[in-house]
């Protein structure tokens, strides 16, 4: 235990040369850097990603090591890093983001802290960046959801707070043992899976600490992005399969016995995910499809996981239903409004 790596820092890169050095040097240069160990997963990138990874790694060999793999998508690129990762804590980075390394540096010395009490989850809040030009033309601090009321700085029981938390994947610093011995495995060649990331471990976790670092930097403005409306669109079958997924991972787990305080964290994981399919299908031009998609994301989740369809607490998603969807209309206009 003395010589392992106090963090494991998986960075998921494709195409990403336009941001990969800026990514790595936001990890490089703190006091603790020595006590990490950097995973540049290279997802069979077309571009000159797996060269900017290798010189750095040449660089800086103690730290930096290059996994250079065919594309399998985000999940997948997640996959093999848990499988290579020696760290106590596993954290991804996605190769066109950042952190902060003021930020960073308190928290590293913070972990280390942790790490010899021993705590299976760590949350720290994230920064929105979001960009139209080089430079960010907007920075927007998120706090992370339900924490509110609850302390900092120490470890307590997951499940005292379960009932008030979201913890989002750049929220994320989890134990690695977790995701070694229970296996956990994300979907290849599919987006969206950040959700699978922090709900499959969530049986496990028992305690946890919040720390009130904005250690993550997100970058948001990018057309290519899988979360652009464009994006969520062209691929909300695989947005669906991610949520059906989910719905099989909650039924396996009720049937293990787990108890109601995990399956209902489980239940209002799914919900975001269904919330997000309505969206999608609000965002579609108005039609006969779209409703019938709608409808159809409705009927499936409330059949296969009512937990998670009764979690659902969004206003106009309430409206939508006691409407029985004729209001569908005017929803979808609505929606085109706030979000153009």
């Known amino acids: ?57 040449k660089q800086y060999p103690e730290i930096i090591k290059v996994i250079h793999k065919q594309n399998g998508g985000h999940g997948s690129a997640i996959n093999t890093g848990i499988a290579a990762a020696q760290g106590i804590y596993f954290k991804v980075v996605d190769g066109d983001d950042t952190v902060n390394p003021i930020v960073y540096d308190r928290y590293l010395k913070e972990l280390q802290k942790i790490s010899v009490q021993g705590c299976d989850l760590v949350a720290t809040p994230f920064t929105c960046m979001i960009y139209k030009t080089g430079k960010p033309t907007k920075i927007i601090k998120r706090q992370i959801q339900g924490t509110e009321k609850l302390p900092q700085k120490k470890i307590f029981s997951f499940q005292d707070a ?55 930097q997100y970058r948001l403005g990018q057309e290519s992005q899988s979360v652009s409306i464009k994006n969520m669109q062209k691929n909300r079958e695989q947005h669906k399969n991610v949520m059906r997924s989910l719905i099989h991972f909650y039924r396996l787990r009720e049937a293990k016995g787990d108890n109601r305080i ?32 709608l409808i159809g994301c409705e009927k499936e989740i409330k059949k296969n996981c009512p937990m998670a369809y009764w979690a659902n607490e969004k206003r106009s998603i309430k409206l939508l239903r006691n409407s029985n969807y004729m209001i569908y209309p005017i929803a979808s206009i609505a929606w085109k409004m706030i979000n153009r």
Request: aromatic share 10%; hydrophobic share 45%; proline share 3%.
């Open 1 to 57: 235990m003395n010589n392992q790596k106090l963090l494991s820092i998986v960075i998921p890169a494709y195409n990403v040369e336009q941001f990969l050095e800026e990514c790595i040097k936001s990890l490089l240069y703190v006091k603790l850097v020595n006590s990490t160990e950097i995973l540049i997963i290279d997802d069979g990138s077309k571009d000159n990603t797996l060269t900017i990874a290798n010189r750095y790694a």
């Open 162 to 216: 379960a009932k008030f938390l979201h913890i989002r994947m750049h929220e994320w610093t989890i134990r690695t043992a977790i995701l070694k011995e229970h296996k956990i495995v994300l979907s290849e060649h599919s987006f969206y899976v950040d959700m699978q990331y922090i709900l499959f471990p969530i049986p496990w976790i028992k305690t946890i600490c919040i720390l009130p670092y904005f250690v993550y």
């Open 262 to 293: 995990v399956l209902s964290y489980l239940a209002r994981g799914i919900a975001k995910m269904e919330t997000n399919q309505i969206q999608i299908a609000l965002s579609l031009p108005i039609g006969k499809q779209a409703k019938k998609e």
